[in-house]
DNA sequence: GCCAGCATGTAAGGAGTTACATGATTAT
DNA sequence: ATAATCATGTAACTCCTTACATGCTGGC
């Protein structure tokens, strides 16, 4: 069992019958910003093992031939006791950015603030997004943990974009003080 | 060139030799906070592949025959111009507890109680550890960035902590609400 | 003498990504 | 008609992890 099987099995725990195509989009607007997202090939490569491992079961509808997927008892079972007896592994978090500013001795400061910028852009959005995704999710009761999980993004996000502006603060200001030494001469 | 491979240049450009070993308890010391700390056998493999592209030099010294690695002019040049032109990639995070909650609904709230109390617990040593480092980068001029990213992490897992905590007692007011509803019969 | 830490690798495999390839349906 | 969306897959590859394998050196 891989980690993405066991996420497309507790996407498939709330009942639905969905299709790989589906399911995709789903983690998209949902595993996407806490957790990866896989790529389509991925799903239904995914979706195949956890076939013939008995853990979903499959149907073929509709003249577009789409496989829809269920989760079976056995599959149920599995993600239980996956969810109960394994503890969760520590998040891993590969910040980019932050290797960046690690090595920023070998690059302008004003690269780095541009890059900081384009970053807190980038919260922006996806907190744009989570907002849009929180809207679909609130006053019904079978969305209260993924409500939950929509809050804790928001609340990750907005003090992402924090720490970001306080990086770009931090630089700017030091950009100065050496601007200053270069005038006074020093 | 691989990440990896960048950020083991990354590493060198502050100016030492160092072996593969010392490479990989150096990043165990720092990226891994914030990004990934690679495994030994990835580090010698990884050097091994700078060196046939002449991006590092090696000197085999000592009895031990340890192999010191320096950064190359031209490894310089291909560091400068990644850091440079190469927007970072926007940061990826798989908060595997995360996932937990959002399947919440599958398990009992102690369950995801003492996850998160676990997290939080993880959460504190780690801020153990990182104010260690810290102590060791202060008052260097050389270290300046490798401090702010080291100052960037304290606020990161400070929040992190504080989302544990605040996603625990939400979880804790629910199933009080629930003893209460079963109380009073509903 | 022996254990912890220093030091370097090889081999095999797993998870995930990218590129490629195809075809049906619906809305404009 | 034609473009966007729905829908499913295969093949190749990359990055990374795990397990294995070996040997030196310094301190107790």
């Not at 993405?4 to 399911?23: D, K, M, N």
């Not at 956890?50 to 079976?72: D, H, I, P």
């Not at 209260?144 to 928001?154: H, M, Q, R, S």
């Amino acid at each position: 069992m891989t980690p993405t099987g066991y996420a497309l099995l507790g996407l498939l725990s709330f009942g639905r019958q969905l299709s790989g195509y589906e399911l995709k989009q789903w983690a998209d607007a949902s595993l996407r910003f806490f957790y990866a997202s896989p790529p389509m090939s991925q799903v239904y490569a995914e979706l195949d093992r956890l076939r013939a491992a008995g853990l979903v079961t499959v149907k073929t509808s509709g003249a577009r031939s789409t496989k829809r997927y269920r989760l079976s008892a056995a599959g149920r079972r599995v993600l239980v006791r996956w969810l109960r007896d394994e503890p969760p592994e520590p998040p891993t978090l590969k910040h980019h950015l932050a290797l960046r500013v690690f090595f920023g001795h070998l690059v302008e400061p004003e690269v780095l603030i541009a890059q900081l910028e384009a970053h807190r852009r980038w919260c922006d959005e996806l907190l744009v997004e989570l907002a849009a995704v929180k809207e679909t999710l609130v006053e019904d009761p079978a969305w209260v943990y993924p409500a939950l999980v929509a809050d804790w993004g928001e609340t990750y996000f907005t003090a992402e974009r924090t720490a970001a502006d306080r990086l770009t603060a931090q630089l700017a200001s030091e950009t100065d003080d050496n601007d200053k030494d270069k005038e006074t001469g020093r």
